[in-house]
């Protein structure tokens, strides 16, 4: 079985990061590249089994929550059906820890998967590069929340 693995600190604090990434389907809120996300079956974003069916980058991917912990502020989940690339038994978890010093994030983002043994170190570089590129999304889309929230104030300070 292979292992992809990335990690990053962010400046903002666990639970602003984690309030993002909770819902499972905000995918398209922070990752660019996402188009229309919606959540199958009527079910809520924070439903283990929800299945969230979202177009990326012109395709569409299906992908079920398999486990939600807001008490380790993580998130498990696995393609339904084909997966988009040559992995099988993929399965990844988006997790964020509270670093004390700053009071900031520690991200991190992993995936296990079964693949054919010689695509195994493309996929490996394959999806550590897009957990990467994501999470790259997502510090872009909490800075630029946290800068129109200080405009805001400012504005409201100087009126």
């Not at 604090?13 to 229309?36: L, M, Q, T």
């Not at 919606?38 to 089994?49: F, N, R």
């Not at 693949?115 to 800075?143: I, K, M």
Request: charged share 25%; hydrophobic share 40%.
């Amino acid at each position: 079985m292979a292992r992809s693995y990335y990690s990053t600190i962010f400046d903002q604090p666990a639970d602003e990061v984690w309030s993002i990434i909770r819902d499972f389907n905000n995918y398209s809120v922070w990752v660019d590249g996402a188009g229309e996300s919606q959540i199958e079956a009527g079910k809520s974003g924070d439903s283990v089994s929800a299945i969230r069916n979202v177009l990326y980058n012109g395709k569409q991917i299906r992908q079920r929550l398999l486990a939600l912990s807001d008490v380790e502020r993580s998130q498990t989940y696995e393609f339904v059906g084909e997966a988009p690339m040559p992995a099988r038994r993929y399965r990844a978890t988006l997790r964020v820890t509270p670093v004390v010093d700053g009071n900031r994030a520690f991200v991190e983002w992993w995936a296990t998967f079964d693949c054919e043994p010689e695509r195994r170190n493309d996929l490996v570089a394959f999806f550590r590069n897009g957990f990467a590129q994501w999470l790259g999304s997502l510090r872009r889309y909490l800075n630029h929340r946290s800068s129109s929230r200080a405009i805001g104030s400012t504005a409201a300070s100087t009126a």
